[in-house]
């Protein structure tokens, strides 16, 4: 935890902010801040700054915050993944957190367990959960939007079109024709990610139908949330 967040409804009318739960116990345990120390903070969806520590005790710290700054500018990168199994659903989407992604959408393939869709990290506690530790890891303020796609022809065909326009469309796929990805400033990208064991045919040429570019991550097949990480590292290393 980099950084604290909390919500704008947890700004007091004296602009002081007081903190019970685990942010508490980290400032206190972890960081051994104490009164009068700094420690950077944000409201979320919103500004950045520092945070004085006014008091504390066993139960509460009370900190008064300064926000100033603006949070970092997102990866210029809309993310369209089939649904994982639960715990890589949970690595990656940390993952594209922490990189600055801000539009995610979960796609439902051939490959696709249906019991992944029952998992309560979908829930919007589950996932505010994984958000916000993405968050106040990287020291960022804007969670991403996270969409879920449970049909795949109606997804690609419908709502793929809207999200891809304006940007470059990758698919990673392991095929001999797919071609390695190029970074160019001032670009943004659409980038799709299969499930374990890759799209079957038929969705990868609906998406190529579509204007994807199938692209590869080299000869080593990577797990989901690695993949994700890879792509999106070279890219934020590219721009």
Known sequence: MNCILFSQAELQSDGTVELTDYRCTHIREILKLTKSDRIKCGVRQGLMGTAEIISENAERILIRPELTSPPPPPLPVKLIVAM???KSFRKLLHTAVVMGVKEIHLIKSWRVDKSYWSTPFLTAEGLDEIVLDGLMQTRDTMAPTVTVHKSFKPFVEDSFPSIAMGTEVHLFHPAESAQKLSVKQGRAYTIIIGPEGGF????????AHHGAITTTLGPRIQRVEQ???SVLGFISMSM
């Open 227 to 229: 993949a994700v990480g």
């Open 200 to 207: 079957i045919p038929y969705e990868v040429e609906l998406f």
């Open 84 to 86: 994982p199994r639960p």
